[in-house]
């Protein structure tokens, strides 16, 4: 929710519905999920499947748009373009309607709003702390989470700590991933439809290190 307005109250929800993001969405990873006992545990085989599918990306790019919904009702569309690397690593840019930067390097969430001159930065596993878009980056990140496939859509609910909040993906023919769906339990929905889509292709490592511009005030909200 990463994984955009993954990851302003806006900078600490960009990164909750990125991914992203808000998206990967996006920031990712080795956070402390509660294990879901034997009885909320999802289905395996379908688990499994969803857990194939995902295993064939360890990168991918493309362009995103994401409508953001309050209580059902549309309140912002965001463009932009992204890059991850599985199994730490995002890039998120927004471009309109304003523009900023999103960077998970597998320890730090970088996030960047160049009108306000100031980059946040967050502990990378605490920022994605039992949220569902674990699942996109981290193959071990499975327990607490309830996984099912219903009408061409892999459902993925939160458990425990996670509760409420969900993340629904569908795939292409071709089994690419198109589109994403990060609702919480506070009535936020964010969808996101990804184009042009590059998977498997290399990126360069630069693209997920952020540089500090000079002049740039540093808000570091890491709690070591």
């Not at 995902?54 to 309140?75: D, P, S, W």
């Not at 995002?90 to 999103?102: I, N």
Request: glycine share 4%; aromatic share 10%; hydrophobic share 40%.
């Amino acid at each position: 929710m990463v994984l955009s307005t993954l990851f302003k109250k806006a900078a600490h929800s960009s990164v909750v519905r990125a991914v992203m993001a808000t998206t990967f969405c996006v920031a990712l990873i080795t956070s402390p999920i509660a294990q879901a006992n034997q009885a909320q545990s999802e289905p395996a085989p379908q688990a499994e499947t969803l857990r194939a599918l995902l295993a064939n990306i360890q990168t991918l790019a493309g362009r995103f748009e994401q409508h953001i919904y309050e209580n059902e009702e549309k309140v912002e569309v965001m463009q932009g373009i992204f890059a991850l690397q599985r199994p730490s690593q995002l890039y998120w840019e927004t471009e309109s309607p304003d523009e900023s930067v999103l960077v998970a390097d597998g320890e730090t969430v970088w996030y960047y709003n160049p009108f306000i001159e100031q980059v946040s930065l967050f502990a990378q596993s605490q920022t994605m702390a039992s949220n569902p878009l674990l699942v996109l980056l981290e193959s071990d990140a499975w327990d607490g989470f309830y996984i099912q496939f219903d009408q061409g859509r892999w459902i993925i609910d939160g458990q425990d700590e996670a509760q409420g909040q969900q993340l629904v993906l569908r795939f292409n023919s071709a089994n690419l991933l198109v589109e994403m769906e990060l609702s919480d339990a506070y009535g936020q929905r964010s969808v996101f439809m990804l184009s042009d889509l590059q998977e498997n292709q290399p990126i360069a490592p630069k693209r997920f290190e952020f540089i500090v511009p000079d002049g740039v005030d540093i808000d570091d909200q890491r709690d070591y």
